[in-house]
């Protein structure tokens, strides 16, 4: 969306505005629905009691039946000339980045009913990959879910054509930035990465065990993001879908994500399940570990899809620590923990969605790794121990052959510093969002 192509102050007649505009924080919202007749719905807020409306139950709805679903959301409802005033007009210095919705500006602001705070707004771009039914889709939502690992949406506008979002503002970015952004010059240490990688994956079993199930659909780096605490927490819902319900094993839709992340059934079937957002969780968890991009076309054939390169090493501690493992790390972590985070990352990745673990077993399995602090313990951090075998004698020095002969060197090399850091490489390169069209299921 072009900055000058909002236009402040302006009252819309358009239907969208009447389903929605006003609705939410109002202080007459409640004798508003009460005179037209129509039940107040008090949403499932984190742990309340009301049943959570779900995306299908409300797409279909008519327009009066909509305004009043979201009453009680705790969601405020912003105009245009608010936004532009939080955002200085939507001033370049507030950019903070775009996505596949539209470009993001750091705001603050101090409503009555709202406490005084910094904000991220999302535009609406008309030209992007999303529209409104993804507009829609967030608000809905994270309008009625809440978690400490949810990022908050605070509220939205809704006038004329805009279509925004307000969400808290996030201190430390996005973790796509922190592992693959050459301008970060601050690598992330293990237990941050960690960290991060338990508060995702809590995220993703809330979403999963809820009463009423939601399946993520776009987990990445890049929706990931910090606080100031860099404490983790998924963003953008454009894409989730309610998980099936009763007999049903999964979800028909179109197939749509982000290459390299999808799970390989459901680019094959259109079939989404949990056990599809457990895949994706496995790519980042590799991410994570590797410090590489999931697909990096600047590293050779062979290595351009990380999943298909690192898979196979996983379960092997040598060929995690030498080949797979962030060189930037500089070999300061535990290397249990590691190989345990491996094995779990090689779990999530299994072909077979049947053969994945759940995200409360990833959370059980992934959580007491932050307790491993060390295998041995140095004035410049934990970092790997090899330990030499005795000294042959000059006889079967000779005889051995070279490559056991020159094992130990290598692995103390791959404790110095890398000349060069991986984090540069493929920096600029974007994401290629796509979308698939199933021809059996072409249910949106």
Not at 162 to 173: D, I, N, P, S, T
Not at 244 to 269: C, L, N
Request: proline share 5%; hydrophobic share 40%.
């Amino acid at each position: 969306m072009r900055n000058d192509s909002i236009k402040a102050g302006e009252r819309s007649s358009s239907p969208w505005r009447s389903l929605l505009g006003g609705c939410l924080g109002a202080a007459d919202c409640g004798a508003g629905a009460g005179n037209q007749g129509h039940k107040k719905v008090r949403p499932r807020s984190g742990g309340g009691g009301g049943r959570r409306l779900s995306f299908t139950d409300l797409s279909g709805a008519a327009d009066e039946d909509l305004s009043v679903s979201l009453v009680g959301s705790n969601l405020h409802v912003f105009t245009v000339a608010e936004l532009r005033a939080a955002t200085r007009e939507f001033a370049s210095d507030n950019f903070l980045g775009e996505g596949g919705f539209g470009p993001v500006y750091k705001g603050f602001v101090d409503k009555p009913g709202l406490k005084a705070q910094a904000i991220a707004v999302k535009l609406w771009d008309p030209e992007g990959a999303q529209g409104h039914k993804e507009w829609l889709a967030e608000v809905i939502f994270l309008g009625q879910l809440r978690h400490p690992n949810l990022v908050k949406l605070v509220g939205y506008c809704c006038e004329e054509e805009h279509r925004l979002l307000v969400y808290e503002y996030m201190a430390q970015g996005s973790l796509e930035n922190h592992l693959f952004d050459q301008q970060v010059p601050v690598v992330l240490p293990w237990s941050t990465r960690l960290n991060i990688a338990v508060g995702a994956a809590k995220g993703l079993a809330f979403l999963h065990d809820a009463e009423k199930p939601v399946i993520y659909r776009d987990f990445k780096a890049s929706n990931i993001l910090l606080d100031s605490d860099h404490k983790a927490k998924l963003s953008d819902f454009g894409l989730a879908k309610d998980g099936p319900v009763g007999d049903d094993t999964h979800v028909s839709t179109r197939v749509m994500g982000t290459h390299g992340y999808a799970a390989p059934e459901y680019i094959m079937t259109g079939h989404l399940t949990a056990k599809s957002d457990v895949y994706t969780f496995g790519v980042v968890l590799l991410e994570i570990l590797a410090g590489r991009r999931a697909v990096d076309k600047s590293r050779t054939s062979r290595e351009q899809n990380l999943v298909e390169f690192a898979r196979p090493g996983l379960r092997d501690p040598l060929r995690l620590a030498r080949r797979i493992m962030d060189p930037a790390l500089e070999g300061r972590y535990p290397a249990t923990a590691a190989q345990k985070a491996a094995a779990v990352a090689y779990q999530c990745l299994s072909g077979s969605p049947k053969n994945r673990p759940d995200m409360s077993t990833v959370v059980k399995e992934l959580e007491p790794l932050l307790a491993i602090t060390e295998d041995v313990l140095t004035a410049d951090g934990p970092v790997v121990l090899f330990v030499a075998a005795p000294e042959p004698d000059a006889k079967e020095k000779k005889e051995r052959p070279r490559a056991v002969r020159d094992v130990g060197v290598h692995h103390r090399r791959r404790l110095r510093s890398p000349k060069g850091s991986p984090r540069k490489r493929g920096a600029e390169q974007k994401e290629e969002f796509w979308v698939w069209h199933v021809a059996a299921d072409d249910k949106a």
